[in-house]
């Protein structure tokens, strides 16, 4: 099976732009969740989908939204960016939300620079 | 804020076992113990995880203490390939879904020849 994939891998943006992030999970897999991770913060949680509805949210601003379509794959976007939403954005999926072993499976993130 | 308090580094020599300590005091009755590691550049990567027995996998062993209040997780014979960020975390179940993972600090752990 193929693994979570992230599009794009590098990004650039000047501030005040806007942002959208894709993530598809793996195949089968109907949970995913958002991460941003700096080397002040660390891994922060963004946020979960399953089933196209939002289940869990971080503590993040409202600038910083997702959506998740029906065949799983999931977007985030970032509004008026600024500099310190300069990150590896990194996507994880898990087969079922129920499981007892919720596995999360990650991608290797979209590495996200704001000038 | 995370709920668990690991050391910031340990080194460990190769072929030797590594036993990871993590602090969970406050942990609560429907709260799992997990583990992931996150290697250099890469994605985090899901270990093991544990309720109140102790666990093995082909990649680790987790030991949870009775009182839970901390755990211990053991690659047996590490290798150069092991050295990474590994994080403990404790993530609530609430029976038909999950609460999300925050991550803390982590231990970085250095595998040596």
């Known amino acids: 099976k193929a693994g979570v994939t992230q599009t794009p891998r590098y990004l650039i943006k000047t501030r005040g732009q806007q942002v959208t992030l894709s993530c598809s999970p793996i195949?089968?897999?109907?949970?995913v969740s958002w991460y941003q991770q700096t080397p002040g913060q660390g891994l922060q949680f963004l946020f979960e989908y399953f089933s196209e509805t939002q289940r869990n949210k971080g503590n993040f601003p409202g600038r910083f939204s997702g959506r998740q379509f029906s065949n799983s794959r999931s977007e985030m976007n970032v509004s008026t960016l600024e500099l310190g939403d300069s990150a590896l954005y990194l996507c994880?999926?898990?087969?079922?939300?129920?499981?007892?072993?919720?596995?999360?499976?990650f991608g290797p993130g979209t590495r996200l620079t704001v000038t | 804020d995370a709920k668990t308090t690991q050391p910031t580094s340990m080194d460990c020599a190769e072929g030797r076992a590594a036993n990871l300590p993590c602090n969970h005091s406050t942990i609560s009755g429907n709260e799992y113990v997990y583990w992931y590691r996150q290697i250099h550049s890469q994605g985090p990567q899901y270990i093991i995880h544990?309720?109140?027995n102790n666990e093995t996998n082909e990649m680790a062993s987790l030991i949870i203490t009775e009182d839970r209040k901390s755990s211990t997780l053991i690659l047996p014979h590490a290798t150069l390939r092991d050295t990474a960020v590994y994080y403990c975390?404790?993530?609530?179940?609430?029976?038909?879904?999950?609460?999300?993972?925050?991550f803390g600090a982590g231990t970085q752990v250095v595998v040596t020849p």
């Open positions: 195949s089968g897999h109907r949970s």
């Open positions: 994880a999926s898990s087969p079922v939300q129920r499981a007892p072993s919720y596995e999360q499976y």
């Open positions: 975390i404790v993530r609530e179940s609430f029976g038909d879904s999950w609460g999300k993972l925050q």
């Open positions: 544990g309720l109140k």
